[in-house]
């Protein structure tokens, strides 16, 4: 329960950072990381994993890098979702969610 709680929270930071860096990625008030990092990890654990297998052959084919667009989906479907989270189109939602994806994994490394 405890890595649970610590990974949202640890997602909502970098959340936070990601809006600092990524032009086009905006958050209306801090507190609102916490609800839009609940969602994208909820949007990561039910819904990317049907994408990526119906996506897979054109994975396959793009040796992975269409990861790379659904991790932008999941966040575009985290900005619609979440009130006072915007992305401003596609190509912040990729930037957004390659720095998001590193600036988590450098916390979770410092403090998990």
Known sequence: MFGLLARWLI???ALVLTTLFVPGLHLSRPSTAVWAALVWGLAN???????SFFTFPLQIVTLGLFTLVINALMLL???RLVPGFSVRGFGSALFGSIVLSVISLILTHMFA
Do not use: D, H, M, Y
Not at 45 to 51: E, N, Q, S
């Open 77 to 79: 479907l985290t900005a």
């Open 11 to 13: 997602n909502s930071l």
């Open 45 to 51: 654990t039910l819904i990317r994993p049907v994408l």
